[in-house]
């Protein structure tokens, strides 16, 4: 298994660019989850999915943020319009749900806005 | 309220000693997970060790050991015999049962430095 894969490794984009950040769950993984990492803030949950329907995304910052799991290989984390706040290490993670198992993490993005 | 404290922002360990990482947890739930991740400077987090809040049995997975004490709302990481390779963050994660079921509060990480 190829665990979780998420692209780009490391993104650079100057404010009001809009950002895609990609992520591919472990296949038969029914939980899809997005983290953002910061020095200030620590692993904030942004939002998850299950079974594709996104379930909890109280944790996305703002409009600017949205994110999509068309189906049950891929996920988007989108920012539009980009601002240097948002720079931070974004990681994607997903879990079969079985309640004694954690998250399997990709290796995450580290975007930086400038 | 903090859900997980780490009280330990950083630590040092001489190689092949034992070190303990403190986390405490807050939560009403009688069904709940702890989980333990290392963060290397690589970046990505890897999962160490799990334990379930109905667990009698203290988590062990190697060198890895999780002092589970309920009524203290307690779950440290004990590393035992502490390798160079140890050096990383380490955060304490806990799953609340029931609703948002597997919705992970992670603390804010313990940075360890094993000296040779």
């Known amino acids: 298994d190829a665990g979780v894969i998420q692209s780009p490794r490391h993104e650079v984009t100057e404010m009001g660019q809009e950002v895609t950040l990609r992520c591919k769950p472990i296949?038969?993984?029914?939980?899809l989850f997005w983290y953002r990492q910061t020095m200030m803030r620590g692993l904030e949950l942004l939002i998850y999915?299950?079974?594709?329907?996104?379930?909890?995304d109280s944790g996305m910052p703002e409009d600017r943020f949205s994110a999509k799991m068309p189906n049950a290989s891929f996920s988007t984390l989108k920012i539009q319009p980009s601002e240097p706040r948002d720079s931070a290490v974004y990681f994607c993670?997903?879990?079969?749900?079985?309640?004694?198992?954690?998250?399997?993490f990709g290796s995450g993005t580290r975007l930086t806005v400038v | 309220a903090q859900k997980i404290t780490q009280t330990q922002p950083g630590m040092f360990v001489q190689e092949k000693e034992a070190v303990t990482l403190d986390c405490t947890y807050d939560?009403?739930?009688?069904?709940?997970?702890l989980f333990w991740y290392k963060q290397p400077s690589s970046g990505e987090m890897i999962f160490l060790i799990y334990?379930?809040?109905?667990?009698?049995q203290n988590a062990t997975e190697g060198r890895y050991s999780l002092n589970f004490q309920k009524a203290r709302k307690s779950a440290n990481l004990v590393i035992s015999a502490s390798q160079l390779g140890d050096s990383a963050m380490y955060f304490c994660?806990?799953?609340?049962?029931?609703?948002?079921?597997?919705?992970?509060?992670f603390g804010s990480g313990t940075k360890l430095n094993v000296k040779p």
């Open positions: 999915f299950n079974n594709n329907v996104p379930i909890d």
């Open positions: 939560t009403s739930d009688q069904s709940y997970g």
């Open positions: 994660a806990m799953r609340e049962g029931r609703d948002n079921f597997n919705k992970f509060y």
């Open positions: 296949s038969g993984h029914d939980y």
């Open positions: 993670a997903s879990s079969s749900g079985h309640p004694n198992y954690g998250y399997t």
């Open positions: 334990q379930g809040s109905y667990d009698e």
